[in-house]
Nanobody, 123 residues
Framework: QVQLVESGGGLVQAGGSLRLSCAASGRTFSISAMGWFRQAPGKEREFVAT????????YYADSVKGRFTISRDNAKNTVYLQMNSLKPEDTAVYYC????????????????WGQGTQVTVSS
């Protein structure tokens, strides 16, 4: 089993920045990729970004490309999401996820999920 704990969410004004963290514990050797997803009220969970655990290959949703950056610190078993130029439409609960395969934009392909952290962007 892998446990994931997110942190770093909060309230920020439009144009501001936040950095989310996701610390992994347990059978971390089984992780090959991690991703960030978000879910706004009344909407489906949507892909934000993913990163491979070994090579650091990244992939982003078009809606966040150029504003968000995903990174990882293998020594700390932690993945980050740096969010800049935040917009009100970025408001959502952000979840990190881990899987044993390559990076994916599909939520159902992830095996482990964190509890989520709320990000609210005011206009």
């Amino acid at each position: 089993q892998v446990q994931l704990v997110e942190s770093g969410g909060g309230l920020v004004q439009a144009g501001g920045s936040l950095r989310l963290s996701c610390a992994a514990s347990g059978r971390t050797f089984s992780i090959s990729a991690m991703g960030w997803f978000r879910q706004a009220p009344g909407k489906e969970r949507e892909f934000v970004a993913t990163i491979s655990w070994s090579g650091g290959n990244t992939y982003y949703a078009d809606s966040v490309k150029g504003r968000f950056t995903i990174s990882r610190d293998n020594a700390k078993n932690t993945v980050y999401l740096q969010m800049n130029s935040l917009k009100p439409e970025d408001t959502a609960v952000y979840y990190c996820a881990a899987r044993g395969g390559s990076g994916s934009a599909l939520p159902y392909e992830y095996d482990y999920w964190g509890q989520g952290t709320q990000v609210t962007v005011s206009s």
